[in-house]
């Protein structure tokens, strides 16, 4: 090998290992635990360092920095500030977090910045050098660009001027304002503040007054003896505890209790009270702040130097006011400008004043009973429409019917006044011929006599009728046992029924149930079922009858197995003139008012009919009569033999 190839070889390794140490360096540098010491001044909880912490945390997780290690101190500079008490704070950090474990420290405060920014230029302070953030800090710090070399942060903008604006737009009346905070430098920076704007912009229209206490107890004995004014206005900041117990008292306590000693408007710029109940502020929110904090320890975390991060003022505060307490400290609507965010307004809400709520309350509710009345009358104008359409519907079911009846009434009376003219004209023939055969005239004269009592039959219907709806059907009641009356009326309809086969079966309950009824005409509701029953059912069918106690009634169930009603037609088979098909007519003989008479009689009785039906597989009429009784009237039995086949043979009179 020559010289020259030795001198390319060996460069060649070298520049191999350079390279493979770099990549080992690198991959390192990233996987290694990167450690944050944030500082705050005060203690756990503090409602102003948790919003920072909770946006620094936030930042870098969604930017899914997860080696990055937070290491969070209390330093409680509201209960100790003084040189002991620091000196032995930093020999306990320096003894818990050695030199080389924390690669960034975070002051979130400006009274830890102050304690802890010359540790980074200590020598012998573990912290030496080390990269220090920082927020809260003024920006009118006269450190040297060397003493700046090692930070970098977020200046502090004074929000005093845009919370003062806020207060003259909404209290313009304001002469006195109690600034109320906690005895810490935070607490003195406001008053600093406000008093600052105050003598630039408002000396002798203003006056101040300082309340300033740890303990709430000490602010309200403080509040108490000053007189409530419209003219007054609170600006509150800091956190308060219980003078008792040392407890932190929440923000929402902190203002519910002041507003009981104090009826003036409260602001802040505190974001610990934005939605506590104060009237408004304007105020920064410490969420923005930790996540540039966070954005500046991921560019430290990746090798950025820490002197060339610029630091920022904090940004432009926001003004806000709270809805409800527009209304409840009476402050004017239109004085909340549009860059103003409104807090705890529902989408639906109007920031207007409160008469012209009431206005527009007032116009809902007309427009409400406007609409309710335009809704009533169209239901109205489609409900008469429709009973309009029902009537005319009616009308015209009616005409039809009416006419159904006139042809069946005209074949009803035309058929038997037909038969009789014609046996009249046989037995005038008869007589001519000189024919005088007994009982050949005997049976036409029973043809003559059958047919009519068909005719008395339709004209008892048609004059019952016409009564019942005049209200002119009255009713002859006397006690009786209605199951006497209901079995002989029975007994007397088997020879009908068997000239077609049919089986007649009679059951009841009790042998004896009394009863006020008007015998005749139960008679004829009896018959006209059982005739009906007769008519439409086949032969080799039955027919039963059966009586029973139901509560304070007696029911009388008249049941067949024959041709049956569709349910459609049930709900008409009580109607006038009604007939349930043609091919009852045609088959057998009916007017159709014999069913209508039927229930009007029933209900004559304050009783009530009800029908079950099934095509082809027969009908059952039930009978509901109330088992009342007339006073001082002797008990009935029934009619007698002769009145009942005089009944029988005039309801039966169209079965054939």
Known sequence: MTKFKKIIYILTVILMTQMFISKIHAKSTKDASFNVLVLNSYHQGHYWESNITMGLKNYISNNNESNINFKVEYLDFRVNHNKEYIKSLKDMLSKKYPKGSIDVIYTVNDEAYEVFKNEVKNINSNFYKLPLLFSG??????????????????????DTLDLMILMKDLTPKARYINIITEESGYGYSIYKEVSRIVDRYLKDQVKIRHIKSNY???????????????????????????????????????????????????????????????????????????????????????????????????????????????????????????????????????????????????????????????????????????????????????????????VNLSHELRTPINIILGTTKVLEKSLEKGNLDKDYILSKLENVDKNAYRLLKISNNIIDMTKAESGMLKLNLENCNIVCVVEDIFESSIDFARRKNIDMVFDTECEEVKVAI????????????????IKFTPENGVISVYIYKEKENVVIEVKDNGVGISKEKVDYIFHRFYQVDNLYTRHNEGSGIGLCIVKEIIDIHDGKIQIESEINKGSTFKICLPRHLKVNEMQNEGSSIKDINKIVDLEMSDVY
């Not at 800090?137 to 004074?158: C, F, Q």
């Not at 506590?276 to 923005?288: K, P, R, T, V, W």
């Not at 207007?352 to 009431?358: D, E, L, Q, V, Y």
């Not at 008007?518 to 029953?533: G, K, P, T, W």
């Open 137 to 158: 800090v003024d920006n009118n710090l006269e450190e040297t660009s060397k003493e700046k070399e090692n930070m970098a942060g977020i200046y502090h903008r004074d």
């Open 216 to 406: 709430l107890e000490d602010i309200t004995k403080e509040l108490s003896e000053i007189k409530n004014s419209e003219d007054t206005i609170n600006v509150i900041g800091g956190e308060f505890q219980n003078e008792n117990s040392g407890k932190y008292i929440t923000p929402i306590e902190v203002i519910s209790t002041i507003k009981n000693y104090s009826s003036a408007p409260i602001y802040s710029n505190d974001q610990t009270y934005m939605n506590a109940g104060i009237l408004g502020g304007s105020m920064d929110i410490g969420q923005e702040q930790g996540s540039i904090i966070g954005e500046m320890i991921i560019k430290l975390k990746s090798g950025e130097k820490i002197e060339n991060i610029k630091s920022v003022p904090e940004p432009k505060v926001k003004s806000y006011v709270d809805y409800n307490s527009i209304y409840e400290y009476n402050i004017n609507p239109f004085s909340v400008i549009k860059d103003v965010v409104v807090l705890n307004k529902e989408p639906f809400e109007l920031l207007i004043p409160t008469w012209m709520k009431g206005v527009l309350i007032f116009l809902k509710i007309i427009s409400i009973i406007i609409i309710i009345g335009i809704i009533i009358t169209f239901i109205r104008f489609r409900n008469d429409k429709l009973k309009r359409i029902e009537i005319q519907k009616r009308a015209k079911e009616r005409e039809k019917l009416k006419s159904d009846f006139i």
């Open 518 to 533: 008007d015998i005749f005409q139960i008679q004829r509701v009896i018959l006209n079922l059982l005739s009906n029953a």
